[in-house]
């Protein structure tokens, strides 16, 4: 496989991935983003702690959630935990209207 056999590749798998978030973002409430996977979700929580050394780090719970990984077979979970020393950005989706 060439090169760009390979980039041709991989910009189809993500245009197919794109394509699937833009059919399924209707069906969640909130957009999570964590360093490293961007997630889709309808309930969420996140938890500061105390590591014990005085660090502190994020815990995020999500259930009813999708991922953003085009390597990934199946992108809709049930529950997902993601612990982090990062930021993690947490917006909510507006509800287009009927």
């Known amino acids: 496989m ?17 394509r699937e978030y833009r059919d399924v973002v209707g069906l ?6 964590t360093e490293r996977r961007f997630y889709l979700a309808n309930e969420y929580q996140i938890e500061v702690r105390n590591s014990t050394d005085g660090e502190v780090f994020f815990e995020l719970t999500l259930r009813d959630a999708w991922v953003w990984d085009m390597f990934r077979p199946a992108r809709f979970v049930k529950n997902v935990r993601v612990v982090t020393f990062k930021d993690i950005n947490v917006e909510e989706l507006t509800k287009a209207e009927l």
């Open 28 to 33: 969640f409430s909130y957009v999570i983003e």
């Open 2 to 18: 060439s090169a760009e056999d390979l980039e041709k590749y991989e910009t189809e798998m993500e245009l197919q991935l794109y």
